[in-house]
């Protein structure tokens, strides 16, 4: 049994691709796609890796960084934030609210494979 | 007795010659011919009343006994004609446009229309003047009795009384026949002017033959003359010099002042630019009046040492036997007095009847009367018996007096007695701040110092006031000597008490008009004095009724302005009945107006300019509009500075709604930008994804390779789709647009919107009455629907209700067809509703949804179509609403 990742993401075929690439390296990919209570889900789970869309119905990825930070049992668990909005100022907004990686949409397979692997190395 | 009865016979003659040349002009006048009469030379030898009996016999005696100091009795008139033309034009110019009847008028009406001061300068005048009149009447009796005296029937003594009564008869006569021919006494006199005139001519012509007489028949040529001036006493006469500047200012002064002089120069006046003519041709007549008189005083002193020299004019030609001669002296002497008394009884009885004996009667018959050919009537009686008044009063002083020495230096007194007037006069065509009460306080001082210091004096010694007061002063104060007021000893009487009075008349004036604060009507008329070249010299009167009503809409419409006080007129007509913009001066109206009014000027002012048109009085529209117009300027200023401050508030607001707009505007342009980024990004992510996936994994099931390629198919179609939502926007926004008309029913279309939004779907659910529904459009259908598509699709994404109702509604409004998207979500919040319609506009950050072009593009695709689109604000949720113009389809087509 790999290890469980989280994919909090709304776009469903963003979500197939994610899973159909992780799944095949052996990872657990479990999915959520609301933002307004994608903590919970979270906490419930507590997976040894969060993959966090920016944009959310309900709520917005950096609030849901930011509470993940608060959490004692999360504080730790390393975040991947994706974004499709390539600015600047989002990514500064990311790494000030703790976030462990930030990737730009559209991202290549290979790529986002090899940060979550990096991610869990200790 | 036979010289005496051709000189009656003569005198008879030549009245009768006045009687003609008065009734000829009066006529020409009358029938508009004439123009002759109104020349500037008639005015000018008009004003040479100035030279009475008094200067026709009296500059001789003059001379005789002071040398040349009788010059400054010319002098004074000379300066003011000359150097003070511009004041004589600003008082011809207050006369006319103020309608002023007289001195007493003019003062009276400068300060407020004051009745008491009136009276007082009316009393004052006749005060001044009777014993002037009676002093003409003396010249001429007197003249009389050197005919009779030298003539062959010496015995019968003439009865000098007899004479003067007749005399005073036959010029009463002559005035009132003459000089009341109209009551309006600011009408022009013709007949009496042109008679006065003529009789300037003949005084003038009548003194230069003596004096030709004097040089050439007695004296042997100018040389000789000349020869014999410098050997007579005349010439070592010592002139003190404070009596030439003295009697210099006081001539000066009166001849401003002199009710007769001011009814000649102003109230006469035809034209402003007669005074032109006059300031060079007035001298010119002086300087030939007194061109003989030394020559005739010299002679006179020589050949009838003893004699009276006042008649040395007369007696002179007597003496030589040439009778011819001294008739003509004679009738240059009688022009004199009679244009004197004629003159001075119209200008005294227009006063003492205006201000003293109308008012009485007005009072007396309770003011009630309003019958005009009534008070007509009165008023022509009055200014009758006022004329005869007068004339009747010179003569009693003349008898009473007895004609003695004491007449002989009136003339001097009269002259000082009038000049009290002219602190009041001239502070009152230049001096604004000059008010009622220092006119008063001055004239009263003025007048009391002239009386006690000069005027009781001069009846002689121990006739009115005592040795004792002379000598010791009033109470035995010794400050308070009549001739030597505050110590001042030494002096000669009469410029002591011109000094004394002048002074303590002038500092009284100035100090109290400082110190007292004028009522409105004195401020009013102040301006219109002060101030005559800028307002209208026109002057306009009342008949009653409309006309007022209409005065006071000019009045009100210059001060509440026109539209306010159109309306307000309009419905007090209304309120009474009428129509148009004149209701009947009711008390009610009044009331209302003055109110009205109050709002804008005050209540004081308003009250007065209410009551001054309405109680028909004697201020003129003009004064009003002087003020009106005043109060107009200051208003339109002081709104246009309201306005102005209204304005920039108002820009200023546009501009932080503008920068709020802007500022909004760029963060949703980088809202967009991101949007933009988000919209493109994501299916391109899942397209590189699944692509990467299908190229790199080997050994893909058959079914999901197939999946995975259908999902590019879709991302890149919603790419698609994106891209060209921006173009059909932008090309919308730059209307290159072509419609593509059709025609179809509302039903159809909304039922193909609500299908093409996805209305099978059961998350929204749409209410319409499709009964409302069955209008023919005739527009491009393609447009509208993709309108129709957007707000069902907006509606189904945004609203947050749990059941959500889309309720569409169709009416008619006009020729405009509305149709109403309305759901029962939240709605739009206030601050959103303006930008909503702005591309690339979404409501909230994070709610998932198209690009923001929606609502953009419907805007776009309504101005098109010649409807719109807009947010309805105040429904239970989001509401908009589709309208559209129906006979916009003619146009299309």
Redesign the interface.
């Known amino acids: 049994m790999g290890k469980q990742v989280l994919l909090i993401e709304?776009?469903p075929?963003?979500i197939?691709?994610?899973r159909?690439?992780l799944s095949?390296d052996g990872w657990d990919v479990r999915t959520h796609s609301n933002?307004l209570d994608a903590f919970e889900a979270a906490r419930a789970r507590l997976p040894d890796v969060i993959i966090l869309d920016v944009?959310?119905?309900?709520?917005?990825g950096f609030d849901i960084l930011a509470e993940i930070r608060a959490d004692a049992a999360l504080a730790d668990t390393p975040v991947l934030m994706l974004t499709?909005?390539?600015?600047k100022k989002?990514r500064e907004m990311a790494e000030r609210a703790g976030a462990s990686h930030y990737m730009?949409?559209?991202?290549?397979?290979?790529e986002i494979l090899e940060t979550v692997r990096q991610m869990v190395v200790p | 007795m036979a010289t005496l009865n051709i000189l009656v016979l003569v005198c008879l003659s030549y009245v009768a010659l006045l009687f003609a040349v008065a009734f000829a002009a009066d006529r020409a006048a009358l029938r508009g011919r004439g123009t002759w009469l109104r020349s500037p030379l008639v005015y000018t030898l008009s004003l040479s009343i100035y030279c009475t009996a008094w200067t026709f016999y009296g500059a001789v005696g003059f001379a005789a006994r002071s040398g040349l100091e009788f010059l400054t009795i010319y002098l004074g008139p000379t300066l003011v004609v000359i150097g003070w033309w511009w004041a004589l034009r600003k008082m011809v110019r207050v006369g006319r446009s103020q309608r002023i009847t007289s001195i007493a008028d003019l003062i009276s009406s400068r300060y407020g229309k004051s009745n008491t001061l009136a009276v007082f300068v009316t009393v004052l005048a006749v005060v001044g003047t009777t014993p002037y009149i009676a002093l003409q009447l003396q010249s001429v009796t007197f003249s009389f009795a050197a005919f009779a005296e030298t003539g062959p029937g010496t015995g019968q003594a003439l009865n000098r009384d007899v004479t003067a009564f007749w005399l005073a008869l036959g010029l009463a006569l002559f005035t009132i026949l003459f000089g009341t021919r109209n009551l309006d006494a600011n009408e022009r006199h013709h007949g009496v002017v042109m008679a006065i005139a003529l009789e300037a001519v003949v005084k003038l012509f009548a003194l230069l033959a003596v004096g030709v007489f004097v040089v050439w028949g007695l004296s042997g040529g100018v040389s000789e003359t000349l020869a014999r001036i410098d050997a007579s006493k005349i010439a070592t006469w010592d002139v003190s010099a404070s009596r030439w500047v003295g009697v210099t200012a006081l001539s000066a002064a009166a001849f401003l002042c002199l009710p007769r002089m001011f009814q000649v120069m102003v109230v006469e006046n035809e034209d402003e630019d007669h005074l032109r003519t006059a300031a060079w041709a007035f001298p010119a007549y002086l300087m030939l009046m007194s061109l003989f008189v030394v020559p005739i005083a010299v002679v006179g002193l020589d050949l009838l040492e003893g004699t009276n020299p006042d008649l040395f004019v007369l007696s002179l030609p007597l003496s030589q036997g040439q009778d011819g001669l001294a008739i003509l002296a004679f009738l240059g002497g009688f022009s004199s007095a009679t244009s004197m008394v004629i003159v001075a009884a119209i200008a005294l009885s227009t006063m003492v009847s205006n201000h003293i004996v109308m008012p009485i009667w007005l009072n007396m018959t309770g003011g009630s009367a309003v019958i005009s050919g009534d008070v007509r009537q009165v008023a022509l009686l009055a200014r009758r018996l006022s004329i005869a008044g007068v004339v009747f009063l010179g003569y009693l002083y003349f008898t009473i007096s007895g004609g003695g020495t004491a007449l002989a230096k009136i003339g001097l007194v009269s002259f000082a007695g009038v000049a009290q007037f002219l602190p009041a006069l001239l502070g009152g065509l230049f001096w604004r701040g000059a008010t009622r009460m220092g006119a008063m306080t001055g004239l009263a001082i003025g007048s009391v110092v002239w009386l006690y210091s000069l005027f009781l004096p001069s009846f002689g010694p121990a006739v009115i006031l005592s040795e004792g007061i002379m000598q010791q002063g009033l109470l035995g104060l010794s400050w308070l000597r009549p001739q030597a007021l505050f110590g001042s000893e030494g002096m000669d009487p009469l410029v002591h008490a011109v000094m004394w009075s002048m002074l303590l008349n002038t500092a009284g004036f100035v100090l109290v008009s400082l110190l007292s604060f004028p009522k409105p009507i004195e401020r009013l008329q102040g301006a219109q004095f002060v101030n005559v070249y800028e307002h209208s010299p026109t002057s306009g009167g009342w008949t009653g009724g409309l006309a007022q009503t209409e005065d006071l809409l000019i009045m009100a419409q210059r001060i509440m302005g026109p539209t306010q006080a159109q309306t307000f007129f309009a419905g007090a007509a209304g309120g009474q009945g009428i129509g148009g913009y004149l209701p009947e001066p009711s008390p009610d109206f009044l009331q209302a107006l003055e109110r009205e009014l109050s709002g804008s000027v005050g209540a004081a002012a308003a009250h007065a300019m209410v009551g001054q048109i309405v109680g028909g009085a004697s201020v003129s529209v003009e004064d009003l509009m002087a003020v009106a117009d005043e109060t107009a300027q200051i208003m339109e200023y002081s709104s246009k500075l309201e306005a102005k401050s209204a304005e920039l508030t108002r820009t200023a607001r546009k501009l932080r709604e503008a920068n709020d707009k802007l500022t909004q505007l760029s963060r949703q342009k980088d809202a967009f930008?991101?949007?933009v980024?988000?919209?493109?990004?994501?299916p391109?992510?899942?397209?590189?994804?699944?692509s990467?996936?299908l190229r790199?994994?080997k050994g893909l099931k058959a079914g999901e390779a197939g999946k995975y390629a259908s999902?590019i198919h879709?991302?890149a179609i919603r790419l698609t789709r994106l891209l060209d939502d921006l173009l059909d926007l932008s090309v919308l926004e730059n209307g290159q647009v072509n419609l593509n008309v059709q025609s179809g029913t509302l039903a159809d279309l909304l039922d193909r919107a609500a299908a093409a939004a996805g209305g099978e779907a059961a998350t929204l659910k749409i209410r319409r009455r499709r009964g409302d529904e069955d209008i023919i459009l005739s527009t491009d259908l393609d447009r509208l629907a993709q309108v129709f598509i957007n707000l069902i699709a907006n509606a189904r994404k945004y609203c947050d209700a749990a059941q959500p109702v889309l309720t569409i509604e169709t009416r008619m409004s006009g020729e405009t067809l509305l149709v109403d998207f309305t759901d029962n979500g939240s709605g739009i919040p206030v601050d959103k509703q303006d930008v909503i319609f702005e591309k690339f506009s979404r409501i909230g950050?994070?709610?998932?949804g198209g690009a923001g072009l929606g609502l953009a593009i419907c805007r776009e695709i309504m101005a098109r179509l010649g409807g719109q689109v807009t947010y309805l604000p105040g429904q239970q949720g989001a509401a908009f609403r589709v309208s559209l113009p129906l006979e916009q389809r003619v146009a299309a087509q």
């Not at chain 1, 499709?84 to 600015?87: E, F, I, L, Y």
């Not at chain 2, 391109?684 to 699944?690: D, E, K, N, P, V």
């Open positions: 709304d776009e075929n963003i197939e691709a994610i159909f690439i095949r933002g944009m959310l119905p309900g709520k917005s499709a909005r390539g600015q989002d730009t949409k559209p991202f290549s397979n290979a | 930008l991101s949007q980024s988000h919209e493109l990004r994501t391109m992510t899942s397209i590189r994804a699944f990467e996936i790199d994994t999902v879709d991302e950050d994070t709610k998932a």
